[in-house]
Nanobody, 123 residues
Framework: QVQLAESGGGLVQTGGSLRLSCEASGPAFSAYTMAWFRQAPGKEREFVAAVTWGVSRTVYANSVKGRFTISRDNARNTGILQMNNLESADTAVYYC????????????????WGQGTPVTVSS
């Protein structure tokens, strides 16, 4: 059983940066693919980025490519989403998710979810 807890959300101006963290508890976190999703008010939850357990592969949504960077520190059971050059369209609740020994961009594939951290980008 893996438990995830996000932190680092907040209010930022357009063009600013935020760093989201996802702390994981439970065994063998290094065996899990970790991903970030987001859900804006009135919209479906969407994929943002994912990193495989061996950090051998990262994938980004086109909307964040070149602005966001996903990383992980397996020794600290922590995942990071560095978000730069934020836009108003990035406003959403951001969720950390994990699935063991599998890689996907679909939310339905992920077994474990955090509670989410809100990000608001003001113009």
């Amino acid at each position: 059983q893996v438990q995830l807890a996000e932190s680092g959300g907040g209010l930022v101006q357009t063009g600013g940066s935020l760093r989201l963290s996802c702390e994981a508890s439970g065994p063998a976190f290094s065996a899990y693919t970790m991903a970030w999703f987001r859900q804006a008010p009135g919209k479906e939850r969407e994929f943002v980025a994912a990193v495989t357990w061996g950090v051998s592969r990262t994938v980004y949504a086109n909307s964040v490519k070149g602005r966001f960077t996903i990383s992980r520190d397996n020794a600290r059971n922590t995942g990071i989403l560095q978000m730069n050059n934020l836009e108003s369209a990035d406003t959403a609740v951001y969720y950390c998710a994990a699935v063991r020994n599998y890689f996907a961009t679909e939310s339905g594939a992920y077994t474990y979810w955090g509670q989410g951290t809100p990000v608001t980008v003001s113009s």
